[in-house]
């Protein structure tokens, strides 16, 4: 069983965190600890700020694809999406790390062939963005559409 899969089943592993320890962060726990959201939106490409976090497979994809695994991670998407609710005033209208968590995320569910509720996700937090503060998101948005392949 690989490391994600096993983080995944919340089976012990080499990892930094337990799921169900970052199931319980805190708001400033999830904002200022930065090695937790690679296990949590795994890649298939290394990550420049964490070269210790997962990649993710073939078989990650197909193990975490189904159930209950798929169950998991939608609960990841969606502590993730309350944390981003919550603390709209710290990455709106700046450039902030979150950007790239919220690419990460999106990229993340496309990788596991969940792009619908990439898109979904993507418009929730679109939707998120006062009008007034659109102009000077319009990068990042970019990116996270991007991510999953729209424009």
């Not at 805190?26 to 700020?49: A, K, N, R, V």
């Not at 005033?89 to 990229?107: A, G």
């Amino acid at each position: 069983m690989n490391n994600i899969v096993k983080f995944y089943s919340n089976k012990s592993g080499n990892f930094p965190y337990m799921l169900s320890r970052i199931r319980s962060f805190s708001l400033e726990e999830m904002e200022s600890i930065h090695d937790y959201i690679q296990w949590l939106f795994p890649l298939t490409e290394p990550s420049l700020y964490n070269p210790d976090a997962p990649l993710l497979t073939s078989e990650d994809i197909s193990a975490l694809s189904k159930l209950p695994l798929i169950s998991e991670v939608f609960l990841s998407v969606k502590q993730f999406m309350s944390f981003l609710s919550e603390t709209k005033h710290i990455w709106i209208n700046t450039t902030d790390h979150n950007h790239l968590r919220v690419t990460r995320m999106l990229h993340c569910l496309v990788l596991l062939n969940q792009t619908n509720e990439a898109k979904i996700k993507l418009d929730m937090i679109i939707n998120m963005i006062p009008e007034e503060y659109l102009p000077q998101m319009k990068i990042p948005i970019s990116f996270w559409e991007d991510a999953v392949a729209i424009k």
